[in-house]
Structure formats: structure tokens, C-alpha cells
């Protein structure tokens, strides 16, 4: 069965400071893999998407992640975290165009 | 182009009446995806239909929910007899045909007294 592991379920960092935020995946066959993020009260907003080519995604806002497949991750990355960085980040798998899988979801706090 | 509409934005139904939840993909989609979040916790699939068809319904409880996506017309996720456990964050997304992309609309929020 395909799964989304999101280990942190809060992310900590100073404004400024190079923020992470762990996604890994299970799966059988080759992995779509995807970052959202949901502000209060709001829809999902599509980040960056990795189905295949370069292991490094850049996505909106300054977002990038990088696709390992010897280690199933998926991790999220910024080098200068902002501020308004602070809200609720889904990682999801799918494995054809069909349902994604989300994780429980991190929540980041960029402090000022 | 506007993005994925869903209305209403907030329902308030009382325990045993029915909701329903309406879903307009973006312009040129023929996909749609139903999701539902429950307080504190992530998106769970429900159901994936296209025009007039269900594609995959295995997230869907087997009594009371049903959904449709007509020729003409949004996609509707219907829920009778409502319970307090529906109480729920209903999103809906679109995608173009073959597409891994799915675009979100701004939820629906369920409310069940």
C-alpha cells in the first residue's frame, strides 16, 4: 500500500535561517511525489512536483525539494525561510493520475 | 481562468438532514477528486469520477455518501443523515485529462450539531 510519512509534525526557524521539512514515501512502482500548502482556512496550494528527470525540483516562492530514491524521501527545503513561510505543508504520493496520498501534514513557524 | 469553485463554503446541517456539496472544476477539466479533512489531521481521498463516471470510489464510505459529476453541471458529493463524525473540511480538485496535477478548490466546511 503506498504511504506518506511527514515525521515532524511542527518546524521551528528564524526568519532568514535555511529551513528543511522531511517527507518519505512507500510505495510500489515508480513515485509521483508532490508538496502542498494550506494556509488557514484555505484550499491547498500546489508547491512543486517531482515525476521525473532532474532529483532536484525548484517550485514556487523559493521552495525546492530533492528526490531520493535510495532513502524514499522527499524533503522540502528554502535557504532563507520568510515569515509568511508559516503555514501547513502536505507532502503526497501517487503512483499514476489518479488519487494522491497525503502525509499528516507539518506546520512551520518562521519566527521573526 | 478561474480556479476551482466550491459552494457552500460553510454548511451547518443538524444530525439525520442531508448535505450537499457542490464542486466546478476549472475550466477545461474533465477530472475531479473529492477529499475530505478531518480536524488536525491530512487530505484522505473519498472518490475519483470523470464525466458521468465514477473511477474510484475506495476512500468512499459505503453508506450514506454518494457523488456524481453530470455532463452538465458540478460535481456533487451528497451525505444523508448526516452524523457529528462528518464534521469535516470537503475539498475538491480538478485535473486535465492525463494530467498528475490536481488544482484545489477552497473546501467546504461541515459543521453537524
Known amino acids: 500500500a503506498q504511504s506518506v510519512a511527514q515525521p515532524e509534525d511542527q518546524v521551528n526557524v528564524a526568519e532568514g535561517n535555511p529551513l528543511t521539512v522531511k517527507c518519505t514515501y512507500s510505495?510500489?512502482?515508480?513515485?509521483?511525489l508532490f508538496w502542498y500548502v494550506q494556509y488557514p482556512n484555505r484550499g491547498l496550494q500546489f508547491l512543486l512536483k517531482y515525476i521525473t528527470g532532474d532529483n532536484l525540483v525548484k517550485g514556487s516562492y523559493g521552495f525546492e525539494a530533492e528526490f531520493n530514491k535510495s532513502q524514499t524521501s522527499f524533503h522540502l527545503k528554502k535557504p532563507s525561510a520568510l515569515v509568511s513561510d508559516s503555514a501547513l505543508y502536505f507532502c503526497a504520493v501517487s503512483v499514476n493520475t489518479d488519487k494522491l496520498i497525503f502525509g499528516t501534514g507539518t506546520r512551520l513557524q518562521v519566527f521573526p | 481562468n478561474a480556479g476551482v469553485m466550491q459552494n457552500p463554503r460553510h454548511l451547518v446541517r443538524r444530525r439525520g438532514q442531508e448535505a450537499r456539496l457542490r464542486c466546478s472544476p476549472m475550466?477545461?477539466?474533465?477530472?475531479v477528486y473529492w477529499y475530505r479533512q478531518l480536524p488536525e489531521e491530512g487530505l484522505k481521498f473519498m472518490v475519483y469520477?470523470?464525466?458521468?463516471?465514477?473511477?474510484?470510489e475506495s476512500g468512499m464510505p459505503k453508506e450514506r455518501f454518494s457523488a456524481e459529476f453530470p455532463k452538465e453541471g458540478p460535481s456533487i458529493l451528497r451525505i444523508q443523515q448526516v452524523v457529528r463524525g462528518d464534521s469535516a473540511a470537503y475539498f475538491c480538485?480538478?485535473?486535465?485529462?492525463?494530467?498528475?496535477?490536481?488544482?484545489f478548490g477552497p473546501g467546504t466546511r461541515l459543521t453537524v450539531t
Open positions: 480538485a480538478s485535473s486535465p485529462f492525463d494530467s498528475y496535477e490536481q488544482y
Open positions: 510505495v510500489s512502482g515508480n513515485p509521483y
Open positions: 469520477l470523470q464525466k458521468e463516471n465514477i473511477i474510484d
Open positions: 475550466k477545461g477539466h474533465s477530472h
